[in-house]
C-alpha cells in the first residue's frame, strides 16, 4: 500500500475510540481491525499499533508534524 502518513478517521465512538478509516491515496475505507490488521502486515509502515483498555488501536508514529496525527 506505501508509505507517507495518508489515512484519516471518517468515524469515532461517542468514547472517542477512532472506528472507520480511509486511505486517502487508495480511498478505500477500513474498520479499526481491519486497518490494524493491515498495519501488523507492514502494509501502513507510517503507523503502529496500540494496546488501548485491551482493544488494539491504529496509531500515527511520532514526528514534528501534528497534522499526521489520526483524528
Known sequence: MGSGKKVVVKKEKSTGRNETFWDTSTS???TRAV????????????????????IKTPASNP???SVNNLG
Do not use: A, Q
Not at 36 to 53: A, G, T
Open 35 to 54: 486497518f490494524v490488521k493491515e498495519i501488523e502486515s507492514n502494509n501502513y509502515p507510517d503507523y503502529h499499533v496500540r494496546v488501548i483498555n485491551g
Open 28 to 30: 478505500i475505507k477500513m
Open 63 to 65: 514526528d514534528s508534524k
